[in-house]
């Protein structure tokens, strides 16, 4: 079985310092890894992949993610956070050759002025 | 959101009601899938289809039954809702072929369905 933990439900940040979004994941082969955001009343969007090859993901919005596979970690950083990041951010994980997705419960990340 | 709509956006109902919520989508994707979305919980798998007439289950599938008789269009329907059934729903796709596992969603605007 795969699954996926985010162990912060909220995560507050100033505006202009580095964030980073934690997500743990568990699977039995090799992993594929999602980071999705989701603003208020919307459905969720897609931000960044890690499929294989370099460690360091790069995706929307100056986001990007380091996939650590000795820590079974993928967790999703900012170098200076927006305002407008605010929001809800999922990581999901997919078994190789399995079609489901795993999705964790959620972080709510809040950048203060 | 572009390219998949749900219908409708909000719906209020009663404990014993069937109801049915539509996806539909302009992408030509293969792959539909059906979420809910509860505090606590983030988003939990109730059905999925990888083509017309082809679907399985997710892991909260009881109580939930799915229909895809076009390319464009996945159904769900609660037979006979119930408030434990209250929640949003999104609908998502994804694109097929042999690399389809690496294939990121695309979701719709949800719906919010309210069982009384």
């Known amino acids: 079985a795969q699954s996926v933990a985010q162990p912060e439900d909220q995560v507050n940040v100033a505006e202009g310092n580095p964030l980073t979004v934690k997500c743990t994941y568990s699977v039995s082969g090799n992993p594929y890894l999602f980071w999705y955001v989701q603003y208020p009343n919307r459905g969720l969007q897609f931000l960044l992949k890690y499929i294989t090859g370099d460690n360091l993901v790069k995706g929307s919005y100056g986001f990007e993610a380091e996939f650590n596979k000795s820590q079974t970690s993928f967790h999703l950083k900012k170098p200076s956070a927006l305002v407008s990041d605010s929001a809800l951010y999922f990581c999901a994980v997919r078994d190789l050759g399995y079609q489901k997705v795993t999705f964790g419960t959620g972080t709510k990340l809040q950048v203060i002025p | 959101d572009a390219g998949i709509t749900q219908s409708p956006r909000h719906k209020v109902t009663e404990t014993g009601t069937p109801v049915t919520l539509r996806c539909h989508q302009t992408e030509n994707h293969r792959y539909m899938y059906w979420y809910r979305q509860d505090p606590g919980h983030g988003l939990r798998l109730i059905h999925y289809?990888?083509?017309?007439?082809?679907?399985d289950k997710g892991e909260v599938s009881d109580g939930y039954s799915v229909s895809r008789s076009k390319t464009e269009d996945f159904l769900l329907t609660l037979e006979s809702a119930t408030s434990s059934q209250t929640s949003v729903y999104f609908c998502a796709i994804s694109e097929s072929g042999r690399t389809s596992g690496k294939n990121e969603q695309f979701f719709g605007p949800g719906t919010r369905l309210t069982v009384l």
């Open positions: 289809s990888y083509g017309v007439k082809d679907t």
